[in-house]
């Protein structure tokens, strides 16, 4: 995945994503090895607005420690579900629904409701982005 310059994306703000998008799974995962605290400290680093890098990096070791090849960092490349081209598709709507902190790269799409969703994991509304 690349931005619109030709880079790659920010690692930090897609693992942020990755977290946010599979918290509870990622919750029971580490409660099943027997130890929450690293996402726990990840998740008081962005609730207080810190760096979250060193957190996320003792996440990412801890997951793989425990056996999931790609931890939070490989999230780019995981498959969570089937997806097959052109079925089950809708034309995008012209708005989307982004961080609310502009931290992390995850994004939802505006639903006929109009209601925003809330941030995963620090609860606040995420923020409506007009694409064009």
Known sequence: MSDPAGGPVDRTA??????????ADLRAQLTRLGDTGPLEQLLARLAAGDDPAAALDRLHDTLLAGGDVLGVYGSGTRSWSVHVAGAGTTAPAETLYVCPLRRCARYRWADAGGTAPACTIGGAPMRRERLG
Do not use: D, E, G, N
């Open 14 to 23: 897609s693992a942020i994503a990755f977290v946010c998008t599979h918290l």
